[in-house]
């Protein structure tokens, strides 16, 4: 088994209300904001690239984020496809 010494310090300045969110989170995943953090670069080290991938939202997506959210509730899975395709074709 390899001991790593933690030596390096990182620092990064967050709203409180993103601190409190994320060590809620965390907590119950058994973790804190450290452990998170050091999973996170591991990551980046091993991949060699950003871990999580990111997109810039296209017109479709932007567009879903604005509308209203319902409370429709569907029998089976099916119902709910159906309706979406039907909606794409509209569309």
């Known amino acids: ?15 409180s209300q ?3 969110d994320s060590e809620q989170v965390l907590q119950k995943l058994g973790m804190n ?8 670069l591991t990551q980046v080290s ?3 690239e950003f871990p999580i ?10 567009n879903a984020f604005a509308e209203e959210i319902t409370d429709d ?6 119902d709910l496809f159906a ?3 039907e909606s794409d074709t509209k569309n």
């Open 83 to 85: 309706e979406v395709i």
């Open 73 to 78: 509730v569907y029998e089976t899975a099916d």
């Open 1 to 15: 088994m390899v001991t790593v010494t933690k030596t390096e310090m990182v620092r990064a300045r967050v709203s």
């Open 53 to 62: 991938e990111l997109k810039v939202p296209n017109k479709i997506t932007l």
């Open 46 to 48: 091993l991949r060699n």
């Open 33 to 40: 904001v450290s452990d998170a953090i050091r999973i996170f």
């Open 18 to 20: 993103l601190k409190n």
